[in-house]
């Protein structure tokens, strides 16, 4: 059975591109529009990761992985921040709120797919 991973950014051109990695490579994608969004489904319908954009309207990325971290199911899933932010208070803030790694956009395909592999094992 794939893995399900949750992609949240309110770029469409960006959850289309992680989508497209992330399929190729054998996953099953799901897709937030922003933090709230993301919330709503994942309460309904869990998953194995969740890849997250740090600006975004209505609930922001570091929102979000406190608000998952707070959920039994999300308390030990991988979250990944994928962002412009680079940062070092900004990957602390991520780090202190739960993130298990952060990626620098624009990204490379493999090296998301490296992450991927390395964080859900």
Known sequence: MS????????????R??????????????VEGV???DALEKLKASPV???VTDLNMPNMDGITLIKSLRALPNYKFIPI??????????????????????????PFKPQQLLDVVKKVLG
């Open 80 to 105: 990944v921040m994928l962002t412009t932010e680079s940062q070092a208070t900004r990957k602390a803030e991520g780090k202190e709120a739960g993130a298990t790694g952060w990626i620098v956009k």
């Open 34 to 36: 922003d933090g709230k």
């Open 3 to 14: 893995k399900t991973i949750m992609t949240v950014d309110d770029s469409s051109s960006v």
């Open 48 to 50: 194995d990761m969740v």
């Open 16 to 29: 289309q591109m992680v989508g497209l990695t992330l399929k190729g490579a054998g996953y099953t994608v």
